[in-house]
């Protein structure tokens, strides 16, 4: 049971950096996408805690997993797909843009204009 | 000397981070086990749906499952405003791109034969395969917003390949069946209103065996939705807007 929580903190420290360190900004927002996956295992695993079933009645299913960070999680990926999109659309425009993704080139051709 | 600062920037704030979190994600505190319970004894009968993660998110918290599509309609509003007027004035740019139509395509250099023999002919498996999860969300694994993925990417595959005489790579038809959808979603939320079951209430009696039609309309609602909105988005970004 610690050996999974130790790797999903792992899994969001990874997420974490890319997003703090990575300079590409596409790298930026596969370190949101992490980040976000993290936050979704970490909450299928506290509700998977008291039950080893999956939360579908039926016949013999009698200790089943908690649904609602289940359902929880649901809404956390499609807003993760939403914001991933959004980020990528504005990184296109702003390659568009300056001509580059990386964030010290932007800066400083955005500097450079004005 | 600036790298070393910023690594040692990096590390500093990855120690504060670790610290805020690691507390969290170790907890040993029990999960409560009411709600379990509750669901276990009564979802079946409060909304038909076996599936309880279904009768959570089209039952219990229906009103949570409209704010999501909300979110994801000004998403694909916000991500359309800002592609569709780019790459008209670059357009040697988007030479190199292997996702475009046919006609657009100068060269098919990165277009390998497993694209283009395999994708326009894997599409409609796909996309049955996306209709089962959405029908069947509320007896087994799945539901609207798996299979609309599902259908999402099936109609990235139809697009993707040559040969495929559809209009379901139009993003203007994709975008008027997304409309549609969310129109008919607003319907049926408001139906409940006259059968005196409130905002987002099951229109049929809870208990009869029909009450799972309810969830099952939801499904597939939200499953056109989500994927019609995936799709046009994923095609907007390949720029390939063949409806244009």
């Known amino acids: 049971m610690v050996i999974e929580r130790i790797l999903i903190f792992l899994l969001a420290l990874i997420g974490f950096t890319a997003i703090v360190g990575a300079k590409n900004i596409i790298k930026k927002v596969f370190g949101l996408n992490i ?11 506290e509700g998977s805690r008291i039950g080893d079933q999956a939360p579908i009645l039926g016949k013999g299913v009698t200790n089943m997993v908690d649904p609602v960070p289940q359902a929880l999680m649901l809404t956390a990926i499609v807003i993760g797909v939403c914001v991933t999109a959004l980020a990528l659309a504005l990184a296109v425009r702003l390659y568009k843009a300056t001509g580059s993704l990386e964030i010290d080139t932007i800066n400083e051709r955005l500097r450079s204009e004005h | ?48 749906a076996v599936n309880t993660v279904s009768s959570i998110y089209l039952g219990y918290r229906a009103m949570d499952t409209l704010g999501e599509t909300l979110v994801l ?3 694909i ?12 004035e670059s357009e040697e740019e988007e030479a190199v791109s292997f996702s475009l139509a046919p006609e657009k395509r100068p060269t098919n250099a990165q277009r390998t034969h497993l694209l283009e023999v395999v994708s326009s ?23 609207g917003f798996q299979g609309g993925v599902i259908v999402a990417s099936a109609i990235v595959f139809l697009a993707l390949g040559t040969e495929t005489q559809t209009k379901l790579t139009n993003t203007n038809v994709l975008g008027r069946i997304e409309a ?65």
């Open chain 1, 35 to 45: 980040l976000n996956a993290a936050v979704v295992l970490l909450y299928i695993l």
């Open chain 2, 1 to 48: 000397m600036k790298r070393t600062l910023f690594i040692i920037k990096i590390t500093f704030t990855l120690l504060v981070l670790a610290l805020a979190i690691f507390p969290v994600i170790l907890s040993s505190h029990p999960w409560p086990e009411a709600s379990r319970d509750y669901l276990y004894e009564h979802a079946l009968t409060d909304t038909g």
């Open chain 2, 73 to 75: 309609l000004v998403s």
């Open chain 2, 77 to 88: 509003t916000g991500t359309m405003g800002i592609l569709i007027n780019l790459g008209r």
């Open chain 2, 121 to 143: 002919k894997l599409g409609p498996v796909v996309l049955l395969f996306g209709f089962y999860v959405m029908l069947y969300g509320h007896i087994s694994p799945g539901g």
């Open chain 2, 180 to 244: 549609l959808s969310f129109l008919v979603l607003i319907v049926a939320a408001t139906s409940g209103v006259f059968f005196e079951s409130g905002f987002f209430g099951n229109p049929i009696k809870s208990g009869s065996s029909l009450s799972a039609n309810f969830i099952i309309l939801l499904n597939i609602i939200i499953g056109l939705k989500v994927g019609t909105s995936i799709a046009v988005m994923c095609i907007a970004m390949m720029g390939g807007r063949r409806g244009h």
